[in-house]
């Protein structure tokens, strides 16, 4: 079990797959083991979606700050059980009680903070809060299978 508290750009690519456009995870700090972290996403202008969602009122898109919750909490696991560059892989399972109560867009730093709701196993499911400011964006709790390393 890893004691890092944080994770870089650099760690966190290699720990999950993700890369641009799709990487949406910053820098995870406050870790502690697999059981919790804090996700940072720093939403700019330049971010391909803006430009279909939506002309002239940038907003991001709900899904995409679900996946950035999902993708927080696959560093926390792959922090607290050493996984980098181990071929760590992580896919959704279910998506549970979402929901949406605040605009997030350009200039906005979204705050993702995940609890480790079961783990362990193949399978692990999460609770994810992400705020901007002191404000909820997003809540919602889902389940991912982890294809960990033998």
Same mark, same amino acid.
């Given at each position: 079990?890893s004691d890092l508290k944080?994770?870089?750009?650099?760690?966190?690519?290699?720990?999950?797959?993700?890369?641009?456009?799709?990487?949406?995870?910053? =820098?995870?700090?406050? #870790?502690?083991? *697999?059981? =919790?972290?804090?996700?940072?996403?720093?939403?700019?202008?330049?971010? &391909?979606?803006?430009?279909?969602?939506?002309?002239?009122? &940038?907003?991001?898109?709900? %899904?995409?700050? +679900?996946?950035?919750?999902?993708? *927080?909490?696959? %560093?926390?696991v792959g922090v607290g059980?050493?996984?980098?560059?181990?071929?760590?892989?992580?896919?959704?399972?279910? #998506?549970?009680?979402?929901?949406? =109560?605040?605009?997030?867009?350009?200039?906005?730093?979204?705050?993702?903070?995940?609890?480790?709701?079961?783990?362990?196993?193949? +399978?692990?499911?999460? =609770?994810?809060?992400?705020?901007?400011?002191?404000?909820?964006?997003?809540?919602?709790?889902?389940?991912?299978?982890?294809?960990? &390393?033998?």
């Amino acid at each position: 079990m890893s004691d890092l508290k944080t994770a870089d750009i650099e760690l966190i690519q290699r720990i999950i797959p993700h890369r641009y456009p799709f990487l949406l995870v910053d =820098r995870v700090v406050d #870790i502690e083991g *697999t059981a =919790r972290g804090v996700g940072i996403k720093n939403v700019t202008m330049n971010e &391909p979606q803006f430009t279909g969602h939506f002309p002239g009122m &940038p907003v991001m898109p709900g %899904v995409l700050m +679900v996946e950035a919750m999902a993708q *927080t909490a696959a %560093v926390v696991v792959g922090v607290g059980m050493d996984l980098a560059d181990k071929n760590f892989g992580v896919y959704f399972m279910a #998506i549970d009680n979402v929901k949406f =109560r605040r605009k997030v867009g350009p200039g906005d730093t979204l705050r993702m903070a995940v609890e480790t709701v079961r783990g362990g196993g193949k +399978v692990w499911k999460f =609770r994810g809060v992400a705020s901007v400011g002191d404000e909820i964006a997003c809540e919602c709790e889902f389940t991912a299978m982890m294809d960990l &390393p033998k």
